[in-house]
Structure formats: structure tokens, C-alpha cells
């Protein structure tokens, strides 16, 4: 890694990693991702003046458009949501506002940088920690009362008594995920005030409460740890770095934005599809939203759009919106040989993840690449004869494919079972011939 962080050519290793084929789309991402650090280490003066350059991919379902957006993410730790477009509505209309999908990227972001606090002060903790353990083990076990503390808090380090189950009394902190006035007024989900037990606390705040809980010492020491270490961050630091974040590393996923194209309906549900277009665009250009932790500037966020426009393209969107999405990559719906790897080849494949998942049965699960082959085969055949829901059907037709042996798993512990190509056949064979069957079970 340089000082600019991952080049475009590992961050598209990275990619591959999870993601087979889509090459071009894994660039355009690989490309928009480095031209950030890229502006990072401009002089102030001309980084107001770089804007993201937005994705929009375009491809049928399951070919991977999500998961590029979701890894690329994960690979920077950046903060990251998907929204789907149907869900928000036109300004004056009952539902979601455009505004609330940066609401929901800075909360995500609040969400990391706290984690992220508290995983780097749990160890400063230790010591009150293990205080902790000892005034609730000895009040479980009395006669611990007779031994020198400060050997049972050595004991206790060693995880000598990591086993032994203690009843300890921990905080209720405030929660802070609690929707804004504003927030409840948007979604009409006037519910979620309910979560606030005393009226009075949305005026000055709820006090802590303390409960009991039974847990073994092992777990009650991450669980006062964490809250030791929570207790110890200053909630307006985390709001700072948050926004920060957001402002200056988010990503939004759009998807279905091709569901947006409203073809000239003046009736209906649909009528408010175009006005959804414009409430996005100053979102898209950049502008300031209210959030929960202050306000949060959307110029510099990454925002890639998606959608399958089979029924219609790209160039019906509103013109504004489609400016503010200049990279366009096609993703390639998916070949035969394509869900063959996918099968095997990523780090989460399917089949490696059914070898496990049989494994912790002692159970050895193998597969002949003849079995792979077919597997995908069929899910190839049952995309082209019912929906393209692309590598979406391979999960479908594994979970029928070995329904019967997960079932049976605990009685066949220390047995080594081999998926071969008569296997699959044999096991899907009725209902790939049943094309009304197929609609229900593939």
C-alpha cells in the first residue's frame, strides 16, 4: 500500500476476492475510490473543488451491482448504506424524504467511530474491571471472602474462574438511536417514541437504569469492559468524527433508481416518481442536511446508483440527475461458466460456506466438479426458462440440492459424503422437468 492508500489495481484484487467477472464496473469503483485519496492530499484551497465523480451501474439483478458497492466499502471502512429509490417519496406526500438516507449514513458512521473507541480504550479497563468481577464473585461465592483479594483478582485474570456464573448489575445507558422529532414526523412512525417510558425524558434526558443479568465471568468481562469503555467516550467527539466521516468517506447505494422513470403517468403512485428525481438533486450536488448530530454536508459523498432499465434507459432520467452521474459501467448478466465459479471461487462461496456449516455435524461434505458443473448448469437453465435473478438461483437450488442432508446431519456425524453429478440429477431432476414446479421451488 502507497501513501495514497490501496492502488486501483488492488482494490480491484480486493473485489475479486468476492466478486467474479464485472471487471469494468470493479474499475470505475477501483478508480472513483484512489481519486478520493487522490484529493485528500490537495492544499485545502482546490478540495472544495474536486466532487466525487457518481457511478451508475446498470445490469439485471444478482450480477453483482450491490456487492461491489457493499465491498468497496468494507475494503476502505468507510461508512456505507443502501437505500432503494421506491421507498422515498415527493416532498408533500406521506413517507420518506431523500434527506433521510444521509440521516442513515451518518448514523451508521456514529455507529463505527464509537465501536471503533471503544474497541481501542477496552484494554485501559482491566484493572476496574477485575474489581468489578471480584465484588460480584465473592457475593455468589462467600467463602472467596476468606482468601486474599489480590490472589483471587489474579485468578481471576488467568480466567481461572472464566466458567463459574455470576449475577452482575449493569447500566441501561440512554439510547442514543432514538428517532429526532423530525425524524417521527417524516415517517409518520409517531411508535417510536413509545421506547421513552417517562414523557420528561424527551425534554431532559433519561436517567441510567440498572438491571441484573446471569452471565459466566468470561462474558461478564467483555460485557463491563465495553460498558466501562463506553462510559468513558465523549458522545460529542463521536458526532464530530462522525460527520466528518460521513462528509468526507460515505457511500450511498441507490438502488432501483430506474424505478423512478415515471413515463408520463399523471395518476396513481407513480405521480410523484419524477418529483422524487428532483428531491435528489440537490442531495446529489451537494447540500446541508439536519441529522441527529448536527449538520451533515452531502457534497463530497460517493453515491452510486442502480437498476436493470429493461423497460427503459438511462437517458429517461431527469437531465439534471443524470449530470451528476457520469461514470456509467454495464454489468454483464451472468454465463453458465461464471455461476460455476462463483460457486467455488470467492472467499464466501456457497460451497465452502454448506462445508462448513456440515462440518460443525462432523460431517464431511465433498463435491465432484462434475456436481459443481451441473449445479450451475441448472441454475443457469432455471434463469433463462423463469426470472434472471442471476447468482440468487444458486442459492435456491443448493438449499434444495442438500435440504435432505441438512436434515439428517446429526445422525450422520463422522460420515464423508461426496455431491456427485448423479446426485444432483437425481435429487433435481423432477423438478427441472416440472416447469410449473420449477416456478414454486427454483
Known amino acids: 500500500m502507497d501513501k495514497l492508500g490501496l ?28 481519486n478520493r485519496n487522490r484529493r485528500k492530499a490537495l492544499p485545502d484551497s482546490l478540495k472544495e473543488e474536486i ?7 446498470i445490469g439485471p439483478t444478482g450480477v453483482g451491482k450491490t456487492e461491489i458497492a457493499r465491498r468497496m466499502a468494507s475494503i476502505i471502512n468507510a461508512p456505507f448504506v443502501k437505500v432503494e429509490a421506491t421507498k422515498f417519496t415527493e416532498i408533500g406526500y ?18 463505527m467511530v464509537k465501536k471503533e473507541h471503544i474497541s481501542r480504550n477496552i484494554d485501559k479497563y482491566d484493572k476496574k474491571v477485575n474489581e468489578i468481577i471480584y465484588k460480584y464473585l465473592i457475593k455468589s461465592n462467600p467463602s472467596l471472602i476468606e482468601l486474599d483479594k489480590s490472589e483471587v483478582i489474579n485468578q481471576i485474570k488467568k480466567g481461572i474462574y472464566d466458567d463459574v456464573v455470576i449475577e452482575i448489575e449493569i447500566e441501561e445507558l440512554p439510547k442514543e438511536n432514538l428517532m429526532t ?20 425524558d424527551l425534554i431532559f434526558g433519561s436517567k441510567e437504569k440498572k438491571k441484573k443479568k446471569r452471565v459466566a465471568v468470561r462474558d461478564a468481562r467483555i460485557l463491563l469492559s465495553s460498558i466501562e469503555s463506553e462510559k468513558a467516550i465523549n458522545p460529542s467527539d463521536i458526532a464530530d468524527e462522525a460527520r466528518k466521516r460521513t462528509e468526507e468517506e460515505g457511500i ?15 395518476t396513481g403512485p407513480n405521480v410523484s416518481r419524477e418529483g422524487v428525481q428532483r428531491d435528489l438533486l440537490p442531495i446529489v450536488e451537494g447540500t446541508t442536511v439536519n441529522t441527529k448530530y448536527g449538520p451533515v454536508r452531502t457534497d463530497h459523498i460517493l453515491f452510486i446508483s442502480a437498476g ?25 448478466p451472468l454465463s453458465m461458466e461464471d455461476l460455476e465459479r462463483i460457486l467455488v471461487e470467492p472467499k464466501n462461496a456457497l460451497v465452502k460456506q454448506y462445508k462448513l456449516l456440515m ?14 458443473r451441473r449445479i450451475a448448469e441448472i441454475a443457469y437453465d432455471s434463469n433463462q426458462k423463469l426470472e434472471n435473478i442471476g447468482a440468487r438461483r444458486l442459492y435456491t437450488v443448493m438449499e434444495k440440492l442438500l435440504e435432505d442432508i441438512a436434515f439428517e446431519a446429526p445422525e450422520l456425524s463422522g460420515r464423508e459424503i461426496i455431491i456427485t453429478k448423479e446426485y444432483v440429477d437425481k435429487k433435481l431432476s423432477s423438478i427441472i422437468q416440472n416447469e410449473d414446479l420449477a416456478k414454486y421451488v427454483l
Do not use: C, H
Open 7 to 34: 492502488t486501483p489495481r488492488e482494490i480491484v484484487e480486493e473485489l475479486s476476492k468476492y466478486i467474479i467477472g464485472q471487471e469494468e464496473a470493479k474499475k470505475a469503483v477501483a478508480i472513483a475510490l484512489r
Open 94 to 111: 406521506i413517507g420518506r424524504s431523500v434527506e433521510s438516507m444521509v440521516r442513515d449514513l451518518v448514523n451508521t458512521a456514529y455507529s
Open 181 to 200: 422529532f423530525e425524524e417521527i414526523l417524516e415517517t409518520g412512525n409517531f411508535g417510536q417514541i413509545v421506547d421513552v417510558q417517562n414523557p420528561f
Open 252 to 266: 450511498i447505494f441507490i438502488d432501483e433508481i430506474d424505478k423512478l422513470i415515471s413515463k408520463g403517468e399523471t
Open 359 to 372: 462440518a460443525t455435524e462432523n460431517v464431511k461434505l465433498e463435491f465432484e466438479n462434475s456436481a459443481i
Open 308 to 332: 436493470a432499465f429493461s423497460k427503459n434507459k438511462p437517458s429517461d432520467l431527469i437531465a439534471e440527475l443524470q449530470g451528476r452521474f457520469p461514470i456509467r459501467v454495464e454489468l454483464k
Open 51 to 57: 466532487i466525487p465523480k457518481n457511478i451508475l451501474m
